[in-house]
Structure formats: structure tokens, C-alpha cells
């Protein structure tokens, strides 16, 4: 905006606080607008540590930017060819304000109180593209402390249909994370497609390429999902001297080694996925659960890539810094492999499946089923019969695999002679049986990494500055 006499939009002075504070106006940020230093404050106390500060800096923002929005924008409205962009540059900037507001209410124990304040900021802009950023968050705090998939998928069906078209970058990223298994696989790719075409940051265009290659992969089709690791690894490498990575992408490359290493079955690609998650664990930013997740992670690569020992040990110290039941399952997986049946057996049984959700039990149903087949014990045949028989939701190249189990699983408590390598030791047709979890990387919302992207987000305010 030109340098002009201010004279726009004023919030009344009794009224609630564009905040969504609950406190009126003049009790609230009216003291404390920061003009043309929007966002400087907040970024401030944050570095000193100040959350409280924080949170009344970041609500001063949204208010600054309401009243811009309102006076500069809101009037053209009605002016059709003049509005798209400068109302998707509102609805990104006061959205990235929101954002911020958003890992406050998280951090200082405000959370109970969200959506609530959600609702109270759904008319600083009185526009669809709004109430869909609004939504966005909504379905976003399903996903966060005592989580509720279902209501966050609920939450998002409120804004209709999701589309190619969709202009919204976080709206389709956290479609890809709620919806995607309800897909079919050209509406997959086309989704992933437009994210890549609204997104030119590194770690997106990692994150949803490796996205597309793992759809490939799903469907059975190798040689594409390989093509597209290798394009994804030269990609990444070609900046990385350039432009270091930040620690999430780091966490994604290590990953895409894993993948294309597993593929391919390379033990150089594995080995420097290895060191990838090593020099990760070095990092001193992980929470003990962070840190268990890539524990995880390294000992997957360790098991795909065949070192047995090693990874068992690996997903051992994931347990004890409070790991998921899955990695019991995993030790169990390696345990089997390296022919240890009865103590394979032990850890299975140790395994609390309460724990596992989705894929997970399917990843713990597959694993029961091949000890059992390796155990040769008739009660564990018929859990794993029935375990089989009623998983449901697989993948294609999942599905075949389960199919294959369920009819060996039957054919030996038939009595039948059932194909040696799939006992102990030689799992020959089984040895992807247990590499379910790359169908979830590169999609899952890392609810964490969210917060800590969102509270440094820096909000692109366009030319709303009015001084
Ligand atoms: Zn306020």
C-alpha cells in the first residue's frame, strides 16, 4: 500500500479482540499493535524463552494483520479480478500468525481451549479460502495430544471435496495424511502431483516424490518406485553442499536411503542410510519418544539390510527409552531370523497390541504369522488363521502377501507339507513380509515437526505494511 493517512478499520473498542482472546479489544491488544515490526516481537521472546510474552506478541500480530486485512483488502472484495491474490496472500500471512498462536496454546497448556479460539478467528476474514485455513487447523488439532483420526477426518469432509485444484498447500498435505488410504491410485498421484506443483521447497519436494515412488511401490512396480528414489537421492544431493540440510530433511534422506537401499538390496545405499540416522541420533534436539522413532528407524535399516544382531540390539534400546510395542515385534522378526524360533516366540508374546494401530497391526499380524508357521504350534496357527483372515485394508502388494501366508498357514494346520523357506532361517518368499513401514513414510503428519515448523514459520505479509 502507497504511504497514506491511516484511516480504515478500527476493532470497536468494547468488542472482543480480533485475538480470539475472549477479552475486549481495549483490555487486550490494543496496547501492544506492532505496526510495521508485525512479527518481530514474538520472534524475540521467543529466542529468550519467553512463551508468555509469546503469546500475547503473536496475538497483537493476528490483530494487526485482521485490521490490515479489513481495511485494505476486505473493500475489494467485490471486485472480483482483483482478489485472489491478495486474498491468498492474507489468508497464508494470517494463517502463519495463527500457526504460531496455534504451538502456544500447545506449549503453555491452553490446548483444552483450541478450537474454541479457532471458532472465535473464523471471521477476521470473511472468506471461503478462510474458513478453509481455519478448518485446516481444526482437523490439525485432532491430530495433536489425545489424538481422534476420525474427528479430524470428520473436520476436514466439512470443507467439501479436496481436489486437484485445491490452492491450499496444508490443506493437501494434511489430506494426504487423513484420506489417502481411502484413495484410488490415480487420485493419489494427482494429489501428490499438485503439492509438488505448489511447493518448491527441498524437504516437500523429498517429501512427496519419495510420496509418489512409494504409491509405485504399493502397486508392485519396482522398477518406477527405484526410478524415482534415484532422481529424489540426485536431486537432494545436488543442493545439499550448496544449501546444508536442516535436521528434517536429514531424517527424510536417511529414510529414502532406506528405501531405495531395500529396493535395490545395496549394502552401500544401506550403510549410508546407517550413518545418516547415526549422525541424527547425535542431534541433542530429540525427546526421549523423537529419539525412539529414529532408534526405529536405524534398526529398520539394520534388519532390511540383513544385519540381524545389530538391529535387534538397535530396536532393543528404542524399548527402553519407551519404544512402541511394534519394535517388540521387530526383535521378535530378527530373533526368527537368525533361527531363535522359541525366543522369537517369547518376544511376540511379550508384545502389548493394544499398542498398534493400523498398519502396525498389520505389521505385527504378519510377523505372527510367519513365526507361528516357523514354530510349527497348532494354537499359535489358528490365532494367526483368524488373524489373518480378518485384517483388513491392505495395500495391493501387502494383500498378496497375506494371502500367501493365510494359505500356508492353512495348508500346515491341514497337516500338508508347506514350502520349507518359510520356516526359520530361509524366508525367502517372505522377505519383504515386514517392510509395511515405508507405506507410511513420507505421508504421516509428524504432528511434532508441525509445531516446530509452524512456531518458526515466517509469515509472507505481502505489501500490507500501510506505513
Ligand atoms: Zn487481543
Redesign the pocket.
Known sequence: MAAREFRGWKPKWSAP???A?E?K?KN??HRRLPSANIGKAYSMAIKDGQLERALLCA??DI?QYTIWHKSHTAPLMHRAHMLPNLLQIDVDALGAYVGRLFTLYLRLDLWSDWRAALGRLRGNIEHDKWYRKVGYYLALSYLGPKGDRIAGRRELAKLGPITNEETDLELLQIYVDLEFDDLAFADRMSILDRILQLSEERSNQMQYRTGKAIQYYLIDDRKTAGEILDDVVARAQSTREADPFDVRERHLFAGVLQLLGSLRRDADLMRRSTTEFEMLLEEDCWTDLGRAKILRELGDTHRYAGNFEIAEQVYRDAVAIGGLGLDQVYVAECLLRRGLVDRAVAELEKADTRLLVGREFEDYTHCYGVVALAAKKMPMLNTALNMLKQLKSSEPVFNTQRLELLVNVTDMLAGKQVKSDTTAGGLGTYANFLILQPSLFGFGINFNAIIDYLSRKKPKSGDKDPS
Do not use: F, G, W
Request: hydrophobic share 10%; glycine share 0%.
Open positions: 479482540c480480533p485475538c482472546s477479552k479489544y487486550c491488544c496475538r497483537a490483530t
